[in-house]
């Protein structure tokens, strides 16, 4: 097993611009969850999807969206970038009978 | 509210020392707390649970309610334990909730 496989791995977007990231959970992981971590501190909790449903929300803007498929991967929305969007966004998974998760090695967003 | 404080950013001993990675919490109800590893160019990792009480590469932690903390500890420092640790927090058994992460502490041991 791959472990958790995210896209793209770096990211360079303009402000105002769009952008969407892709994350494969580990096989059997029915549990997703996004996480951004700025440079110099710990990750922040952004959404968790479970069975296509949002089932958590973190104290981000609307312009951050998210979706789970039936095969559950998930996709992370962001409008309107701004500058303080540049991050790494880690995607977790989970076991529906396990609270511990399984990150993927993130997609590095830079908005210039 | 889940918050968890990890108040040394940077620890740097010498090869066989002890190092303690400090972990205070605050959180109303029995929380899961963890410890995460992220070694240099690779992903976070699991490194522990408390409830599972076990000791991986050396290392331990025990959850301490009456004082809110979760220090982790290893006897003997070596040179591939280097890497930036989080302590993070579940606040309920639930699969997939959300983890509370700390600042995160870079070990640095020398030779």
């Known amino acids: 097993d791959a472990g958790v496989t995210q896209s793209p791995t770096h990211l360079i977007k303009t402000r105002g611009q769009q952008v969407t990231l892709r994350c494969s959970p580990i096989?059997?992981?029915?549990?997703v969850s996004w996480y951004q971590q700025v440079l110099g501190q710990g990750p922040q909790f952004i959404f968790q999807?479970?069975?296509?449903?949002?089932?958590g929300r973190g104290n981000f803007p609307d312009r951050f969206s998210a979706r789970q498929f039936p095969n559950y991967s998930s996709e992370l929305n962001v409008n309107a970038l701004l500058l303080g969007d540049s991050a790494l966004y880690l995607c977790?998974?989970?076991?529906?009978?396990?609270?511990?998760?399984?990150f993927g090695p993130g997609t590095r967003l830079t908005v210039t | 509210a889940q918050r968890v404080t990890q108040p040394e950013k940077l620890l740097s001993v010498f090869k066989g020392a002890p190092v303690e990675l400090k972990c205070n919490y605050s959180?109303?109800?029995?929380?899961?707390l963890f410890w995460y590893v992220q070694y240099s160019r690779q992903r976070l990792q699991l490194l522990l649970r408390?409830?599972s009480r076990e000791s991986i590469k050396g290392f331990t932690a025990d959850l301490n309610k009456g004082e809110t903390s979760f220090h982790l500890k290893k006897p003997f420092a070596q040179e591939e334990d280097s890497a930036m640790y989080y302590c993070?927090?579940?606040?309920?058994?639930?699969?997939?909730?959300?983890?509370?992460f700390g600042g995160g502490t870079r070990v640095l041991v020398k030779p």
């Open positions: 999807y479970y069975e296509k449903e949002e089932r």
């Open positions: 993070a927090l579940s606040g309920l058994k639930a699969a997939g909730n959300k983890l509370t």
């Open positions: 408390h409830i």
């Open positions: 977790a998974s989970s076991l529906v009978s396990r609270v511990e998760q399984y």
């Open positions: 959180y109303s109800g029995s929380p899961e």
């Open positions: 096989s059997g992981h029915k549990s």
